[in-house]
């Protein structure tokens, strides 16, 4: 079955305790992004990746890091989580269209708290 | 960066009836796409819909690049329609801005 897989699917931490939440697909998909998700701000994109050792930020890369060693997986690395970092995160990826990102195929999401 | 603004932001409807979602973008973009979280979480792409008119079931959706908009059509609401409808762009930068862009979103919820 074609999906985006993320774990943990819940997680609460304490301040400054380094976490990764993992993401991976298996669609053969070039393009990998992360986003999260916040009452009343929708869906804010941290990092992507076009390709395997490409990634770049989004509009919300602070207290955030990102690799892209292999061409399925696209961790997400919180070095010192502080509590603005609780909330919704979705990883989604695609594949290139002519002019672009192609569909997004979003994962389950991974809610983490930081206490 | 550019702007995605959404209307409605909340709307309620009988089930059996139709709405119209509205989704205006204030740049050139290279792409739009209407996504629904269910009540669950779960994000599901409806359109890839950059320009002209697609229909899926009760579902259909239309984009005026030109002009800046995107609208979604639901027909014949049903309760399974309830959740939240974003829309998405990636604007035009030349060469692909690979970044994507989310509306707030519309909050539908249909009653039987």
């Known amino acids: 079955e074609a999906q985006v897989t993320q774990n943990p699917r819940y997680l609460i931490t304490v301040t400054g305790k380094k976490l990764t939440v993992t993401c991976s697909q298996n669609?053969?998909?070039?393009?990998m992004s992360w986003y999260r998700q916040d009452p009343g701000l929708g869906l804010r994109q941290i990092y992507y990746s076009m390709n395997v050792e490409v990634t770049d930020k989004g509009d919300v890369p602070e207290g955030y890091k990102v690799s892209r060693k292999e061409k399925r997986n696209f961790p997400l690395i919180l070095e010192s989580p502080s509590p603005n970092q609780t909330s919704l995160y979705f990883c989604?990826?695609?594949?290139?269209?002519?002019?672009?990102?192609?569909?997004?195929?979003f994962g389950p999401g991974t809610r983490l708290t930081v206490l | 960066g550019i702007q995605v603004e959404q209307s409605p932001p909340d709307l309620i409807l009988q089930e059996g009836a139709n709405s119209t979602l509205r989704c205006n973008f204030s740049?050139?973009?290279?792409?739009l796409q209407w996504f629904h979280q269910n009540p669950w979480g779960q994000l599901i792409n409806l359109f890839y819909?950059?320009?002209g008119t697609k229909q899926n079931g009760r579902l259909s959706a239309t984009t005026v690049a030109t002009e800046r908009y995107s609208l979604l059509y639901i027909s014949s609401s049903q309760t399974t329609d309830s959740g939240v409808y974003f829309c998405a762009v990636e604007q035009d930068s030349g060469a692909g801005s690979y970044q994507l862009t989310f509306g707030k979103g519309t909050k539908l919820s249909v009653i039987p």
């Open positions: 740049d050139s973009v290279n792409n």
């Open positions: 989604a990826s695609s594949l290139f269209r002519d002019r672009g990102i192609g569909e997004q195929f």
């Open positions: 669609m053969n998909h070039e393009y």
């Open positions: 819909i950059p320009s």
